[in-house]
């Protein structure tokens, strides 16, 4: 068992979401659905880029809504 849907909406930037996502990594399922707001602020999309999972981003939000497909172990 673990976090199977996470939705990352916080400060914006790629250092603090860095920290977030050392957070919430190892408390996700094997295969979960990570959601992040905003990439499109500050510098966010540099740590969006750095994730290597099945990924895309949406227009939903006006700045852009990162939809992940993470897998333990990819």
Not at 25 to 38: G, I, Q, T, Y
Not at 55 to 70: C, D, H, N, Q, R
Request: hydrophobic share 45%.
């Amino acid at each position: 068992p673990g976090i199977d849907l996470l939705f990352i909406d916080s400060d914006h930037h790629a250092a603090h979401a860095r920290k977030e996502w050392a957070l919430y990594e190892p408390k996700l399922a094997n295969r979960a659905v990570v959601l992040v707001d905003d990439l499109r602020m500050y510098d966010l999309l540099d740590f969006w880029n750095e994730m290597t999972y099945e990924k895309a981003v949406t227009e939903i939000s006006p700045f852009g809504l990162g939809v992940m497909i993470y897998e333990r172990g990819k």
